[in-house]
């Protein structure tokens, strides 16, 4: 029986993450964001699960700010994340999402986006309907949020820097 555990990312996994990444969405778009996210200081939460002693997942929440009436409200956006394709259908990934919303709930987010599949991420208690008021170049049905607490429910969604430089590329 192996063993999955899951920990915060560190500086001497970022090629393998790398790895992870172009591997799960056969490009090299995500591990870039991933990188400019991390160099810019905008990750929030970063983690890995590893099996065997080897990075076989992924996930990182970074800085988003909800912009409403002159006011800008934090919260997080999650994105990317992404399993070894080997490892897909393990539960890897619903292990990550979970364990990063205890961190985030504990440092005190109360509001998550996502950008994705809606019945896999509804799964995780994210819904179209929570987002579906934001103002947001991402806008549509797999635009998904989620909160633990007291946030708004309209205002712009203002991403990390890295997510135009990298999906413009």
Known sequence: MSMMSIRAATPRDREAIRLVEEHAFG???EAGLVDALVSGGDAVVELVAEEDGQVVGHILFSRLFVQNGGKSFSAV????????PSFHGTGIGGALVREAHIRLKEAGEVLAVV???PAYYGRFGYSHA???KFESEYQGEALQAQAWGEAPETGKLVYASAFSSALAA
């Open 77 to 84: 956006a999650l994105a990317p994340l992404a399993v070894e």
């Open 115 to 117: 950008l994705g599949d």
């Open 27 to 29: 490009q090299q778009t």
């Open 130 to 132: 929570r987002a579906e």
